[in-house]
């Protein structure tokens, strides 16, 4: 059983600036929840108790004070008989802990590295969830994203990641997924339509095995990309991971990506789950 999960949320959210200057991406609202909620309970339901969450140096830090329990909330609510409301004002169960990261945010930047940093600090030797902060899986009444990885792994040393379908027309815009019998053979960067090898595309929904989190690592250590080079993607050692041979279920989902990351999406998100 996993029990461990790794959330990035150190981000600047340089594409829907200038909010972002005041509101962490994570924590921009859909519904009446922020995003990376989302994420973080679906996975509690899937069995998670501890969460490595990779946030920014800078203070205050508003996703760590969203988890913290507020003393003062709880007797106003008490003291006005409201404890009805106190469930909603806790967010995480007793035996759920959160453990947080810091990262500097004028140091590697890219995907590959609040990963690299959880799986060095803690010395994380077993498989992991790897969730992005700032989107997830909208699924009412169907298996969840968490799930449906789960549920793909025929060994414990295996990996996966979550297979979007979308249009064919719309794959040049994202890393697509190249699958043989059920695994992944490679992930093809915006390709042509007519090239494209399939219609399921990455959204950075992970299960991470041992071998491939130790990829990671070697593959941040060994890199030094100046800050106009490129990222730290962590796509390079998920390719170095299956040259090795190294086994990646690809997991598919009935569930609707929703992505809080640009206007047009966390707008659509919104829809979705408030309508």
Not at 6 to 31: D, F
Not at 119 to 127: A, K, T
Not at 182 to 198: C, F, W
């Amino acid at each position: 059983m996993i029990t461990k999960a790794i959330i990035p949320v150190a981000g600047w959210g340089t594409r829907r600036l200038p909010i972002t200057k005041i509101i962490e991406k994570s924590m921009l609202p859909v519904g009446n929840r922020p995003l990376v909620d989302y994420s973080v309970q679906e996975l509690i339901k899937a069995g998670v108790k501890d969460i490595y969450m990779i946030i920014s140096n800078v203070e205050p830090c508003q996703v760590k004070a969203f988890y913290q329990k507020n003393v003062a909330l709880d007797q106003y609510l008490i003291d006005r008989g409201k404890e009805d409301r106190l469930k909603l004002a806790h967010t995480l169960p007793d035996d759920v802990k959160i453990h947080y990261v810091q990262q500097d945010p004028t140091g590697k930047y890219g995907t590959a590295v609040p990963i690299a940093m959880v799986v060095e600090e803690y010395g994380i030797e077993e498989s992991v969830l790897v969730f992005m902060g700032d989107d997830f899986i909208w699924n009412p009444g169907g298996e969840s994203a968490s799930d449906s990885l789960l549920k793909s792994l025929k060994d414990d040393n295996e990996s996966a990641i979550l297979g979007v379908e979308v249009d064919k027309n719309q794959v040049d815009k994202y890393g697509v997924l190249s699958v043989d019998g059920g695994k992944l053979t490679a992930i093809v960067e915006k390709p042509n339509v007519a090239e494209a090898p399939s219609n399921l595309i990455n959204v950075s929904k992970y299960i991470m095995s041992p071998k491939l989190l130790r990829e990671i690592v070697k593959y941040v250590r060994e890199h030094d990309f100046g800050p106009k080079d490129q990222e730290y993607l962590v796509t390079d050692p998920i390719e170095s991971y299956l040259e090795q041979g190294g086994v990646m279920r690809v997991a598919p989902t009935s569930g609707e990506y929703l992505d809080g990351g640009s206007v047009e999406g966390w707008l659509h998100a919104n829809n979705v789950v408030c309508g």
